[in-house]
């Protein structure tokens, strides 16, 4: 066979090579050019290799045991619609839906604790292979796959309570980093103070090891710290009581603390500040950025604002415990509510987009006694370009029933699809987008729904379950 007769055939190794290194949008539009690159561009071989990518960056939460390998280019696109839409089997256009069954369950068996069951917290990490696991002051690592603990955290505090905690997986699926908020009293002040600890654990060898430890300030009323996010080199800790938020660079150690403004809210039955309360914040991360939501200082019951501020910018700063308002945001926007309100909660969740590389979705969820605000944002941040926003979501919806569940919520999170977990399954990604009804124990407080692939675990009769649905 002559060269001249290959070069078509040579010509589409090279493209079925250059999109196996492509992100899924990149693909598609690649799809959009010709029909020659469509047939290339939704072969088997590629849709396998875009695919294998979110599973080891932890995107794609398959059930034990099944092997991507064994599916069809179909299937292996329905595993991307899952990310995005969320389970098939959780849409419906019933006016009174079925409670859909799991088409896989995992129940993991601890043995008993002091507390009540629904005071046990499971945090599913995402890819689905591994859940954090809080019980009593004990923090442990299950397996979802062989269904055993592999690894149990132990402080070396006399006295201390684990508060809260967060992790992402790390390594390419080979450990995890956790971060984890304690209350601890040492035998000479005999006072509670608030510790963090940045903690690796190699899930090959169930060794971990404590890569920082460090004080942080104390909160209110012993409440211990409740907003922890870690992601890439980076980690904050906070809490909804706090007016302060200490920022950690993983690599070097380096810590830093800005102090918050947040606006106080004095009870019309009384003028004094010792029965204030603060309007609420949220926080979350960016690759690189830190992203908070909080009030307006001159207009704080209609005005408040999305900010986000460079990380790197920030864990730079010479000084210690300045006020995060004298560093410029990267980014501000404006959001207003549609009527003033002054009891409300504001939930935001940011997620890295496993579409597109160098980019995020974030979720701004506001709510009041009678409606619920939402905003979506595309966020891009390439390096070499300036961070840039754009809002693809807004609506406003009254429905004082789902207002009142999310207003006793003490935390709440938003998965990628736009589901949430009430009393009921719940989605915010449309105003009259109806759910499965699956209803949730314990009033869906520690239902856990995994970030991108619509996982559900809770704790049931001191058991931990994990569904999977399709």
Not at 352 to 381: A, N
Request: charged content about 20%; hydrophobic content about 40%; glycine content about 2%.
């Amino acid at each position: 066979m002559s060269i001249e007769s290959r070069v078509p055939e040579l010509v589409d190794d090279i493209l079925l090579k250059i999109l196996t290194h492509c992100d899924i949008c990149t693909a598609l539009r690649a799809s959009q050019a010709s029909w020659r690159l469509y047939g290339l561009a939704f072969s088997r071989e590629i849709w396998l290799a875009l695919i294998s990518d979110l599973l080891r960056r932890s995107f794609i939460d398959l059930p034990p045991q099944k092997d991507l390998k064994t599916l069809t280019t179909q299937s292996l696109i329905d595993l991307v619609k899952h990310v995005v839409l969320g389970p098939r089997t959780w849409k419906t256009t019933s006016t009174s839906p079925s409670e859909p069954s799991p088409m896989r369950q995992i129940i993991l068996k601890p043995s008993p604790g002091s507390q009540i069951t629904w005071e046990n917290k499971p945090q599913l990490l995402s890819g689905s292979e591994f859940l954090l696991f809080q019980k009593d002051e004990i923090l442990e690592c299950w397996s979802t796959t062989s269904l055993q603990k592999i690894w149990e955290y132990t402080p070396k505090h006399n006295f201390y309570n684990v508060t809260s905690f967060t992790a992402e997986m790390t390594d390419d699926r080979r450990g995890i980093v956790m971060l984890v908020g304690l209350r601890i009293m040492t035998d000479e002040t005999l006072v509670w103070k608030n510790i963090v600890e940045l903690v690796h654990l190699d899930l090959e060898t169930a060794v971990s090891n404590t890569l920082l430890q460090e004080r942080v300030p104390d909160t209110k009323h012993n409440t211990g710290l409740s907003h922890l996010k870690v992601l890439g080199d980076y980690a904050v800790a906070s809490s909804k009581s706090a007016q302060w938020i200490a920022v950690f660079k993983c690599s070097t150690l380096l810590k830093r603390t800005f102090r918050i403004r947040r606006v106080l809210q004095v009870s019309q039955m009384s003028q004094n500040e010792d029965t204030a309360t603060l309007f609420p914040y949220d926080l979350d991360l960016i690759p690189g950025h830190l992203v908070m939501v909080s009030n307006s200082i001159e207009d704080p019951s209609r005005v408040f604002f999305l900010k986000i501020w460079s990380l790197e910018t920030l864990i730079e700063t010479p000084c210690n415990d300045l006020s995060i308002d004298t560093m410029a945001p990267s980014l501000t926007v404006p959001i207003s509510l549609p009527i003033p309100s002054t009891y409300f909660k504001i939930n935001l969740s940011s997620h890295v987009s496993p579409l597109r590389t160098d980019s995020s979705i974030m979720w701004v969820l506001t709510t009041t006694s009678s409606f619920s605000l939402v905003h979506k944002y595309h966020v891009s941040h390439t390096r070499s370009e300036p961070l840039a926003i754009q809002r693809v979501k807004s609506w406003t919806r009254i429905d004082r029933s789902r207002s009142f569940d999310i207003l006793c919520r003490n935390s709440l999170t938003i998965s990628y699809a736009g589901y949430v977990s009430l009393r009921w399954l719940s989605n915010i990604s449309t105003p009259d987008v109806a759910s499965a009804a699956i209803e949730f124990p314990y009033g869906g407080d520690h239902t856990l729904i995994s970030a991108y692939g619509g996982v559900l675990a809770y704790p049931e009769h001191e058991n931990i379950v994990v569904d999977y649905y399709e």
